[in-house]
């Protein structure tokens, strides 16, 4: 494991991974698509679109995608979990030639999947249940329909977590050794495509997340400790970093002050921090230690 000891200023956050940055350096002919999931992720997205100056064309999933997503004045087109073919129609009738996946879709919600003719086409070429070989099938699907697949961070890298201590408290030696050990369990986590999220207490891991996503994992592995918890979030191995990276809200943070929780560490260049000032504000408040790290 490594980190620095550095502590970065409230309100920004250096682009960590020369990989993803460098893709930002130009941008797509015509407009931008954006296929939207849930959470905050879209609507920054869309904000830092719009002061950017570019057009945006969103396709947005009922039951998912925040209606909010609406007030930003780009053209929004609901469809359910699962369309496909409204996804190209719509880029294909604006022109769009790049387009980014920003948001998640919530696990549980695939078991109700009622996908249309092109998404069947892909399900019947990789298994459902394996996140990375859908998304990169769609990749491919996205391709052969001449639209590029951009990085979710192509107009934010600053979300992006760089590598160090982020605020003002820092780790012990004791919750540095935790860190290293939800790495190594997370690298397995990750290997079998089951979740981000580890996490642990004096080297015994509490809950690894499946299913039910970070927020309801750390809530299941602060039931076996007492406060002082220490939470994992890492990219899956070899995860395309074109989707969905790990990420982390206010929601989170408050849950970890709920909880007792005492430190988060991030993976560096390959996870995100929503609401990036205000969060380490909030964090440095309530006394929690939050970082970004990398791992061999």
């Not at 057009?55 to 087109?77: L, M």
């Not at 069947?120 to 052969?144: G, K, S, W, Y």
């Not at 540095?176 to 397995?188: P, S, Y």
Request: proline share 6%; glycine share 10%.
């Amino acid at each position: 494991m490594k980190t620095d000891k550095k502590p970065y200023s409230y309100g920004h956050i250096e682009p960590q991974s020369a990989s993803v940055s460098s893709v930002h350096d130009f941008p797509p002919p015509g407009p931008i698509g954006l296929v939207a999931g849930n959470g905050l992720f879209p609507n920054l997205f869309l904000d830092s679109a719009r002061k950017k100056g570019y057009e945006v064309i969103v396709v947005a999933h009922r039951g998912e995608t925040d209606p909010s997503v609406e007030s930003f004045g780009a053209p929004v087109r609901w469809i359910r979990v699962g369309q496909l073919e409204p996804i190209f129609k719509t880029f294909h009738e604006h022109g769009v030639k790049a387009a980014a996946f920003a948001g998640g879709i919530k696990k549980p919600r695939l078991f109700d999947l009622r996908p249309d003719w092109r998404g069947v086409r892909i399900l019947a070429r990789v298994a459902v249940n394996h996140d990375d070989q859908v998304l990169r099938a769609l990749a491919d699907e996205f391709e052969q329909e001449s639209i590029r697949i951009v990085p979710s961070t192509w107009l934010l890298p600053e979300l992006t977590t760089p590598e160090g201590v982020l605020g003002v408290h820092h780790p012990t030696n004791a919750e540095r050794e935790d860190i290293r050990i939800g790495l190594e369990a997370g690298k397995v986590l990750g290997t079998l495509d089951v979740g981000q999220c580890v996490v642990v207490k004096e080297k015994v891991i509490l809950a690894l997340e499946a299913i039910e996503g970070t927020d309801e994992t750390i809530r299941r592995g602060a039931r076996f400790s007492s406060p002082g918890i220490v939470v994992v979030k890492m990219a899956k191995p070899g995860q395309d970093l074109r989707f969905d990276l790990p990420s982390v809200g206010m929601k989170t943070l408050e849950l970890m002050a709920e909880v007792g929780g005492r430190v988060l560490a991030l993976e560096a260049g390959k996870s995100l921090i929503l609401d990036t000032g205000h969060f380490l504000e909030t964090a440095d408040r309530y006394g929690i230690c939050v970082l970004g790290v990398t791992w061999d």
